[in-house]
């Protein structure tokens, strides 16, 4: 017996990149599923918090190498097709490792957010709620809340002007 085998880290290790594989193979099945009802399920058994009412448009590229649940998004909030929400992120096996090391960070998406096709959420990011994220945005940052963001990076360019918040 090896001394790793001894204190269980290769089987460790075994189960990590199972658990890693069946995370990948259902993440493409939700990608590409047609009822949008049955992928929210999908993203719900993989450890994603979501809220009643929410839509999520096929393509959503989700990027966590940590398999941990570290996605939360709200009521009724629209993800257009190809999103992409990137959890952890790094330069791998580069010697920028060193200058530059994995970031991981929640994504939190409020309550009646819209986000559009093609946007790029980053680590560590929250959008506030009754925002729009414009198409094939990069956010980079936190969005606040009744806000029109858009761009690379993703700016805010507007706030939504609502005259009672209370009855929305």
Do not use: C
Not at 55 to 82: F, K, N, Q, S
Not at 117 to 128: E, N, Q, R, S, W
């Amino acid at each position: 017996m090896t001394p790793f085998e001894e204190f269980g880290i290769e089987q460790n290790i075994y189960k990590f990149r199972m658990k890693q594989l069946y995370h990948a193979a259902l993440m493409k099945i939700a990608k590409i599923i047609f009822s949008y009802k049955i992928r929210v399920k999908f993203y719900k058994h993989l450890g994603m918090i979501i809220g009643n009412g929410t839509y999520i448009g096929p393509g959503l590229e989700v990027i966590d190498e940590t398999l941990t649940d570290l996605i939360m998004i709200g009521d009724r909030v629209t993800i257009a097709p190809h999103v992409t929400l990137v959890v952890s992120s790094g330069p791998n096996n580069s010697k920028l490792k060193y200058v530059y090391p994995r970031k991981f960070g929640e994504i939190i998406i409020q309550d009646d957010v819209w986000i559009g096709t093609g946007v790029i959420i980053l680590p560590g990011v929250t959008i506030g709620k009754m925002s729009i994220i414009g198409a094939g945005a990069v956010v980079t940052e936190d969005i606040p809340p009744f806000s029109v963001a858009v761009g690379v990076p993703a700016k805010v360019i507007k706030k939504i002007e609502v005259e009672d918040h209370e009855k929305m």
